[in-house]
Nanobody, 124 residues
Framework: QVHLVESGGGLVQVGGSLRLSCEAS????????MAWIRQAPGKERVFVAA????????FYADSVKGRFIISRDNAKNTVYLQMDSLIPEDTAVYYC?????????????????WGQGTQVTVSS
């Protein structure tokens, strides 16, 4: 199995920034895709960003393009989500997730390992 632990969430004001981290342990991440998925209060989980661990094209939800950047540090088995120009609509629990291959899906059900989530709250 893959164990994922998110960190870096918190409370920020509109226009602020946060960097989320997801540290993985257990099985190798080689050949996997790493994704960030968020769930706002009362809503379903929605795709945010993803990157193949071995390299390749990154993908972002339209709602975060130009504001969020996903990156990885292979030596640390860690994936990051740099979030800039935050708006109240970004308020959600952010989850790190992965699936068994490098194919990126927008449906949260496509991912089979999940972290516990980290809360991001953006206030006006």
């Amino acid at each position: 199995q893959v164990h994922l632990v998110e960190s870096g969430g918190g409370l920020v004001q509109v226009g602020g920034s946060l960097r989320l981290s997801c540290e993985a342990s257990g099985r190798t991440l080689s050949g996997r895709v790493m994704a960030w998925i968020r769930q706002a209060p009362g809503k379903e989980r929605v795709f945010v960003a993803a990157v193949p661990w071995n390299g390749g094209r990154t993908f972002y939800a339209d709602s975060v393009k130009g504001r969020f950047i996903i990156s990885r540090d292979n030596a640390k088995n860690t994936v990051y989500l740099q979030m800039d120009s935050l708006i109240p609509e970004d308020t959600a629990v952010y989850y790190c997730a992965t699936r068994d291959d490098s194919v990126i899906f927008y449906r949260s059900s496509a991912y089979n390992y999940w972290g516990q989530g980290t809360q991001v709250t953006v206030s006006s």
